[in-house]
């Protein structure tokens, strides 16, 4: 049982440069989620989808943009790389967006933009 | 706005020793859960617990426990007789009602190491 894959695990970008993070979950999830882990800071929510074909903007959603064309792709775009993007990006996912369930975390993704 | 503080960025027990990590949130709705996630050195997010408003009751999960209390807006975890292993990163975080959308709000992190 994979869960849920990240990739890449880590990459370093140069700023300027495109970058698009990829998360895929196999457990028929229908809310996804992006959070950004910044030391100091905790998990900070990027954007969310609560079911394929809808996406909406967390906390900091300056910068990037996803796209929820299924039920198991949820990928990340950065336009335009900036050094402050340099985090640690976790996927997430649940079984529907209510309140009473976790949510599963992928294994993270280190960016650093240079 | 949802919004959790935990004020302790790190701590550092010897082997055996009893912690507490504090976790005080804020929120205007009535109906919410609360959580807590372990991350070890190897970085991924481990659920721990999960707690609804409607639930006071303390648990305890082997060596470790949690206290909700509403009165205080805390819930706080212990662990008992703390383990090398014990070592990492915790994150409690709070899942409220109304338009969120099952989005969680986290803590800032507690780092906990326990030496041996």
């Known amino acids: 049982i994979a869960g849920i894959t990240q990739a890449p695990t880590s990459q370093i970008l140069a700023a300027g440069r495109r970058m698009t993070l990829r998360c895929t979950q196999d457990?028929?999830?229908?809310?996804m989620y992006w959070y950004r882990q910044d030391l100091g800071l905790g998990l900070r929510l990027i954007h969310y989808?609560?079911?394929?074909?809808?996406?909406g903007k967390g906390e900091v959603p300056d910068g990037y943009s996803v796209s929820r064309a299924n039920t198991d792709d949820f990928p990340l775009t950065l336009a335009s790389a900036v050094p402050s993007q340099t985090s640690v990006y976790f996927c997430?996912?649940?079984?529907?967006?209510?309140?009473?369930?976790?949510?599963?975390f992928g294994q993270g993704t280190r960016l650093t933009v240079v | 706005a949802q919004k959790v503080t935990q004020a302790q960025t790190e701590i550092s027990v010897v082997e055996k020793e009893d912690v507490t990590l504090d976790c005080v949130y804020e929120?205007?709705?009535?109906?919410?859960?609360l959580f807590w996630y372990k991350q070890p050195p190897s970085g991924e997010l481990v659920f721990l617990i999960r707690?609804?408003?409607?639930?006071?009751q303390n648990e305890i999960s082997g060596r470790y426990s949690w206290n909700f209390q509403k009165s205080t807006s805390s819930f706080n975890f212990t662990i008992t007789a703390s383990q090398v292993v014990d070592s990492a990163v915790y994150f409690c975080?709070?899942?409220?009602?109304?338009?969120?959308?099952?989005?969680?709000?986290f803590g800032q992190g507690t780092i906990l190491t326990v030496h041996p």
């Open positions: 997430a996912s649940k079984p529907s967006s209510r309140m009473n369930t976790e949510a599963f």
């Open positions: 457990m028929r999830h229908n809310a």
């Open positions: 989808s609560n079911t394929a074909g809808t996406t």
């Open positions: 929120t205007r709705d009535t109906t919410y859960y």
């Open positions: 707690r609804n408003s409607f639930d006071e």
């Open positions: 975080a709070l899942l409220a009602g109304g338009t969120s959308y099952g989005k969680l709000t």
